[in-house]
């Protein structure tokens, strides 16, 4: 899987975790906004805690660089 499917997973991962979501919700809306199939999903979801880890904290470093750009 690319890491950039890896990202956009996470992303909405940490989403549901926060709006507190149930996993049927969670892996419904991981299909619909980053366009892949449940067997993507699935094998995103086994990804090792370490490496989900590092995902979550690639995605803040990205969000801090965004806000610093202050464009939008």
Do not use: R
Not at 14 to 36: A, G, H, I, P, R
């Amino acid at each position: 899987m690319k890491y950039i499917t890896k990202l956009k997973l996470a992303s909405v991962h940490q989403v549901c975790d926060f709006e507190n979501k149930s996993t049927e919700f969670m892996l419904q809306l991981m299909q619909d906004t980053c366009k892949v199939d449940l067997d993507t999903v699935i094998a995103y979801m086994e990804t090792p805690f370490e490496e989900k880890q590092k995902l979550f904290s690639d995605l803040k470093d990205l969000l801090n660089v965004i806000t610093k750009l202050d464009i939008f």
